[in-house]
């Protein structure tokens, strides 16, 4: 199918459900993502972060392509999205590159500095026809950093500053943080369902989960029940690359041909794609055929 953006996904998705998006570091995460949202018969999102371009050298171009290919060879609509963009040089490869829509993330920052970062980015993201997520309230254990308590002050978006946020800086989503936390190995996090509702409340952008391997499948369904729209998953993949491919050589140690394990690792990011997807979604189902 052709490319679509993320916009349209959000835009056409029903009520009370999300799109899915996975962070891809390899072509195996590519098609992996591509192969499960197919067996899902559901449209999705292959983000890249800026941490993945780092891992490929700062060459965005190579895995760009591939998942444009895959995207464009697949049964299911998808969509590219470049994924927390705090490089402005990287920001403005984006179009080039075939991606549709970023995340620039400059949460980091203190508040107005925050603004003012993100509505430069958002006026030449608009320019280019790109739709741009930012975030306010830093979702925590991000870039190696250990993962944030879900009860910490950082981790959490103040429904009157995201208003604020939201009309001053033109963005046309916000990465909200209600408890979730990057880079959990274990599905845990609790959010904080009635902040959710209050910013769900105060906003009218889609808002989008970050860290959402760590959340456990009913927390994931009341969160988009509750109004979330787009929901990240990065690490889940890694968890079943990293267990299916450890298995596989403990079993055999002897083998060396990375097709063979490879394999067993690509299959167990399918599943994992197409199980959060029928988590995630009851209607976004796409007609047979
Ligand atoms: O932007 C990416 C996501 O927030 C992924 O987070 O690796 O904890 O699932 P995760
Ligand atoms: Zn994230």
């Known amino acids: 199918m052709p490319?679509?953006?993320?916009g349209e996904l959000i835009t056409g998705a029903a009520a009370h459900s999300a799109v899915a998006a996975f962070n891809v570091i390899t072509?195996?995460?590519v098609e992996a993502v591509v192969a499960g949202a197919e067996s899902a018969a559901a449209?999705?999102?292959?983000?890249?972060?800026e941490n993945a371009v780092r891992f490929h050298d700062g060459d965005l171009i190579p895995l760009a392509r591939a998942a444009s290919a895959a995207a464009e060879r697949a049964a299911v609509p998808v969509a590219l999205h470049l994924d927390h963009i705090q490089s402005d040089d990287l920001l403005r490869r984006a179009v080039d590159a075939g991606f549709g829509s970023v995340m620039y993330d400059a949460s980091r920052l203190p508040y107005?500095?925050?603004l003012a970062a993100t509505h430069a980015a958002v006026e030449w993201a608009h320019g280019q026809g790109l739709w741009i997520e930012a975030e306010l309230g830093q979702v925590g254990g991000k870039n190696g950093a250990a993962p944030l308590d879900a009860h910490a002050p950082g981790a959490r978006t103040d429904p009157d500053e995201a208003r604020a946020f939201v009309a001053d800086s033109g963005v046309d989503a916000l990465a909200v943080a209600i408890g979730s936390s990057h880079a959990m190995t274990t599905r845990?996090?609790?959010l904080d369902h009635a902040l959710l509702e209050r910013l769900a409340g105060a906003l009218d952008v889609p808002l989008v989960l970050h860290g959402s391997s760590g959340v456990p499948d009913d927390e994931l369904r009341t969160a988009v029940a509750g109004g979330i729209a787009k929901v990240?998953?990065?690490?889940?993949l890694n968890i079943a690359l990293t267990g299916a491919i450890r298995d596989f050589l403990t079993d055999r140690p002897e083998v060396v041909d990375p097709r063979k394990y490879l394999t067993a690792g690509r299959a167990a990011?399918?599943?994992?794609v197409a199980r959060l997807i029928g988590v995630l979604r009851t209607e976004?189902?796409?007609p047979p055929g």
Do not use: C, F, K, W
């Open 284 to 286: 976004a189902v796409l």
């Open 188 to 190: 845990t996090a609790a």
């Open 3 to 6: 490319l679509t953006t993320t």
């Open 112 to 114: 107005l500095d925050n």
């Open 232 to 236: 990240n998953i990065g690490t889940a």
């Open 43 to 49: 449209p999705v999102v292959l983000q890249v972060s």
């Open 269 to 272: 990011m399918a599943e994992t």
């Open 27 to 29: 072509l195996e995460h």
